[in-house]
């Protein structure tokens, strides 16, 4: 997990220039927009969710748009911005993703977000978590790795906030078991641990290398 303070630093050192860390190559590739491709859904993280327009969304659930209106406040300030008019729905309707990204004058796109938004029994719709570029990387490769095993499950299950309220600060709870999720940065390679229970078995544990490095300039421009 990578919370909105090292979000702020990212954004930061984004606006500072070459004499610090440069973060353009930090979600390298527009990660959303791959895993959102809907010509490659076999390595699509969010092929088990459908794409619904914020007018679909929003039109007959006045909580969610309420919920989604004052989450994202913070995000602005921070400089983030909506990806699209769009969010991902889980079948039952009650797991919502919005996906945001932090665009950058001197460094062009720096992060991907994806903001999570669950409704509980009461009906009522809660921030369930962020998902950064870097979790989302994290959890594309897990997907690869599990699915070699079985094509039958589906992961999103084990791999995805559950909808309802979380409280671990360093991963989420899913509809199967759980998800820990934490990523150091560094400039010579930064690493997310991931580790994935069924219940309270581990089924899952990888440190997966980012293959979105941070480089050091040494000079201003």
Known sequence: MIDLKRRNFIKNIGFVGASTLFCGSLVA??????????????????SKFSKVTFFDAFLLDQSLSDCYKKVIV??????????????????????KMFPMHLHTQT??????????????SNGEWKSL????????????????????????????????????Q????YGFDTRKGSVYLQTILDSEQTTTKIIIKEGN???????????????VQSSFV
């Open 29 to 46: 590739q527009n990660t959303l927009k791959n895993f959102s491709n809907t010509e490659n859904k076999e390595n699509n993280i969010l």
């Open 74 to 95: 913070t995000w602005e300030k921070t400089g983030y911005v909506s990806s699209g008019n769009y969010c991902y729905s889980s079948s039952d309707g009650l797991l």
């Open 107 to 120: 460094t062009g796109k720096v992060d991907d977000v994806l903001l999570c938004f669950g409704k509980n």
């Open 129 to 164: 978590r962020s998902l950064s570029g870097f979790d989302l990387e994290a959890i594309t490769v897990a997907m690869n790795d599990l699915k070699i095993h079985s094509n039958e499950v589906n992961l999103s299950h084990y791999l995805f906030p559950a909808p309802s």
């Open 166 to 169: 979380q409280l671990n600060p």
């Open 201 to 215: 078995n581990v089924v899952y544990q990888k440190e997966v290398i980012s293959q979105h490095s941070l480089v």
